[in-house]
């Protein structure tokens, strides 16, 4: 068994900036792809962010470019979205994600891990 445990979701108000963690546990994802996604009420999942097994490629939906930051520290295992300049239609279930390549991807389907998700909350 692995799980991906996401935390540091919440309410938070327009502006305003959240730290998303998710640890993996069972087994090592230091050398997994690590991903982002998030699913608003009635719409489809939507990327957010990527990164690679290295860290050195990161990746971002360009509704979230120059507002979120991933990172990710694999001693750990864990990775991080930061989330700042958060806006309304930021408000969704996140999601992480793991695949076993050192590549990230943008595409859901191609990763193989996902965690319970976190509710972030977005006011105005």
């Known amino acids: 068994q692995v799980q991906l445990v996401e935390s540091g979701g919440g309410l938070v108000q327009a502006g305003g900036s959240l730290r998303l963690s998710c640890a993996a546990s069972g087994r090592t994802f230091s050398n997994y792809a690590r991903g982002w996604f998030r699913q608003a009420p009635g719409k489809e999942r939507e990327f957010v962010a990527a990164?690679?097994?290295?860290?050195?490629?990161?990746y971002y939906a360009d509704s979230v470019k120059g507002r979120f930051t991933i990172s990710r520290d694999n001693a750990k295992n864990t990775v991080y979205l930061q989330m700042n300049s958060l806006k309304p239609e930021d408000t969704a279930i996140y999601y992480c994600?793991?695949?076993?390549?050192?590549?990230?991807?943008?595409?859901?389907?191609?990763?193989?891990?996902w965690g319970q998700g976190t509710q972030v909350t977005v006011s105005s």
């Open positions: 994600a793991a695949r076993p390549s050192l590549v990230a991807v943008t595409t859901a389907s191609q990763y193989h891990y």
């Open positions: 990164i690679s097994w290295s860290g050195g490629s990161t």
